[in-house]
């Protein structure tokens, strides 16, 4: 398992230890989803967009599934569902520029299947103002908010693409380091308990776009 799936290791070395006095199934996180980021350059060289592609757990694909087929909805009703909760928490993206944070228009180009029996979203977020990269670094992070899943890029590639990108376009991922304070926080949250919005973020990569 690579470099960027550290802490997935080391909360599931933890949430072994934690078994042993039956909090194991209580740790944040329950579920994971491996994340695909293709950002797209228009021809003068500037950030249009980024495609974001979701591929959720096999328990929690299950769940999405399972509730479709009870209630007689379409997947295309999951991903509506998915996309206006996100929506609140800008749709787990944080996106910084020039000292300030990208403002992003409504998710375009949506769609919704199954990959290897786990459901996978994607969806492109237009940027409002296009992205100048040669004038400041961009750097991102994806978070659900609470830490209740845990999003990483995926392992298996390329994970971030940039799309007619300048010959002079670079990324570099960064892979979170929380203490381990932090960690055992996490993992000491009940499943129907919160560690508020702000804990996700600390466990996020964060990817730095260059343009020299």
């Known amino acids: 398992m690579g470099v960027r799936h550290y802490h997935r290791c080391g909360m599931a ?3 072994l230890l934690l078994l042993l006095g039956n909090s194991a199934p209580q740790a944040h996180p329950h579920h994971w989803i491996d994340v695909f980021a293709e950002w797209q350059f228009n021809p003068k060289g500037l950030i249009s967009g980024v495609k974001l592609r979701w ?5 929690y694909s299950v769940l999405l599934t399972d509730d479709a087929a009870a209630t007689g909805e379409e997947l295309q009703a999951i991903l509506n569902q998915i996309l206006s909760n996100t929506s609140k928490h800008h749709y787990f993206i944080r996106i910084e520029h020039e000292g300030g944070e990208a403002k992003l228009g409504t998710p375009e180009q ?12 994607e969806f492109r977020l237009p940027m409002t103002v296009p992205l100048d990269p ?3 670094d961009i750097v991102y992070r ?10 990483l890029h995926a392992e298996e590639g390329p994970a971030i693409v940039l799309k007619d990108a300048p010959p002079a376009c670079r990324y570099h991922l960064e892979a979170p380091r929380p203490d381990a304070a932090l960690v055992a926080y ?15 973020i600390q466990f996020s990569e964060t990817v730095t776009i260059r343009c020299e």
């Open 13 to 15: 070395g933890l949430m």
């Open 55 to 59: 591929l959720f757990d096999d328990y």
């Open 110 to 121: 949506t769609r919704i299947g199954m990959r290897d029996h786990r459901i996978e979203i």
């Open 134 to 136: 040669t004038k400041s």
């Open 142 to 151: 994806v978070a659900e908010p609470t830490y209740f899943v845990e999003m």
């Open 186 to 200: 996490a993992a000491s949250l009940g499943i129907n308990e919160s560690g508020g919005d702000d804990l996700g």
